[in-house]
């Protein structure tokens, strides 16, 4: 992506900690000893490509942020912090509310993936500089099977041409911006791609790390930590040489 492209990530962290059995939300449980949402924001901090970050949190939470995460750690390129809605897509609204209108393109990252890394965001922003639209995904390798509402098998889907989408997720910002607006109040959208592609815009897709896993449960925590731990004992052996 060039770098006169103005390009500002929406981080999504108003997830709550129902599977995780928490009742701390799952972006701010410690991860290494700093919160998830720490390490989903610090790459594209890092970023040469990233304008500014806007964080969505949880109403209660948007001072905690600014003073335990923003401040604490210093975030700079984190310009606005708001408050998010009762869906995700009403979150993501708030967040481009607070995106700064000259933006070229806006990526939209969970909160809860502190596994995504600066050469993979570099990817998928190529990615979208090139059509106008890409996301993060992984191919399917587990057999997948319909069943019905008791549990049993109707059919097997063949899996040659599904993936499973990760974030982030990046397109223009006049791309996004009418999905949102063209969004009609039933659909039932789990992602920004899917906003985007019920607009009829087109999506490339990049494919992602295995490992950029969105936390959900404390397994996944345990996992992450480790994956962390790991890379940060590569950084330092590579220093030491």
């Given at each position: 992506m060039k770098m006169d492209n103005k390009t500002a990530v929406i981080i999504v962290?108003?997830?709550?900690g129902k599977?995780?059995?928490?009742?701390?939300?799952?972006?701010?449980?410690?991860?290494l000893g700093k919160p998830v949402l720490f390490h989903s924001i610090l790459p594209f901090q890092q970023s040469p490509k990233v304008r500014e970050i806007i964080l969505v949190v949880p109403p209660g939470d948007l001072e905690w942020c600014q003073k335990n995460i923003v401040s604490r750690?210093?975030?700079?390129?984190?310009?606005?912090?708001?408050?998010?809605?009762?869906e995700?897509?009403?979150s993501v609204r708030e967040g481009l509310n607070a995106v700064d209108p000259q933006t070229d393109y806006i990526?939209?990252?969970?909160?809860?993936?502190?596994?995504?890394d600066c050469e993979t965001i570099e990817r998928v922003f190529d990615g979208a500089l090139e059509t106008g639209a890409a996301m993060l995904v992984q191919p399917m390798t587990d057999t997948?099977?319909?069943?019905d509402g008791s549990g049993n098998v109707i059919k097997t889907i063949p899996r040659h041409d599904l993936?499973?989408?990760?974030?982030?997720?990046i397109f223009r910002a006049e791309w996004l911006r009418k999905a949102y607006d063209l969004l009609p109040e039933n659909l039932q959208a789990t992602d920004d791609a899917s906003v985007v592609e019920h607009a009829g815009y087109q999506i490339k897709t990049v494919c992602g790390e295995k490992i950029n896993v969105k936390i959900t449960t404390p397994a996944d925590l345990t996992v992450a930590a480790f994956i962390l731990s790991q890379r940060?004992?590569?950084?330092e052996d590579r220093d030491r040489i």
């Open positions: 962290a108003g997830g709550s599977r995780m059995k928490t009742k701390e939300p799952k972006q701010f449980l410690s991860l750690f210093g975030l700079s390129k984190v310009t606005r912090i708001v408050a998010g809605g009762k995700r897509i009403d990526a939209v990252h969970d909160g809860a993936r502190p596994l995504i997948v099977k319909k069943v993936r499973l989408a990760q974030t982030p997720q940060r004992k590569e950084h």
